[in-house]
Nanobody, 125 residues
Framework: QVQLVESGGGLVQAGGSLRLSCAASGRTFSSYAMGWFRQAPGKERDFVAA????????YYADSVKGRFTISRDNAKNTLYLQMNSLKPEDTAVYYCATSLRARTSITTGSSYDYWGQGTQVTVSS
């Protein structure tokens, strides 16, 4: 079992920044990859960013490239998402997730085994 707890969400004006954190506990030594997804009201959950735990390869949705940065602290078992130049369309509940098995793709929700409870990010115009 893996437990994931997100934090760092909040209300920010357009153009501002937030840093989300995702603290992992449990079978974290088995993590293959971790990712961030988001879901806006009335919309499907979308991929935001992901990172492979070994090697550190990163992947981003086109909508956040150049503005968001995913990173990890292995010693703290914590995943981060630095979000800069935020836009109103970034408003959503942000979820972190972890995959315990090697996957060809880590940009789809079906590749992940455990999810956090989510943290709300609201960007005002």
């Amino acid at each position: 079992q893996v437990q994931l707890v997100e934090s760092g969400g909040g209300l920010v004006q357009a153009g501002g920044s937030l840093r989300l954190s995702c603290a992992a506990s449990g079978r974290t030594f088995s993590s293959y990859a971790m990712g961030w997804f988001r879901q806006a009201p009335g919309k499907e959950r979308d991929f935001v960013a992901a990172i492979r735990w070994i090697g550190g390869s990163t992947y981003y949705a086109d909508s956040v490239k150049g503005r968001f940065t995913i990173s990890r602290d292995n010693a703290k078992n914590t995943l981060y998402l630095q979000m800069n130049s935020l836009k109103p369309e970034d408003t959503a509940v942000y979820y972190c997730a972890t995959s315990l098995r090697a996957r060809t793709s880590i940009t789809t929700g079906s590749s992940y085994d455990y999810w956090g409870q989510g943290t709300q990010v609201t960007v005002s115009s």
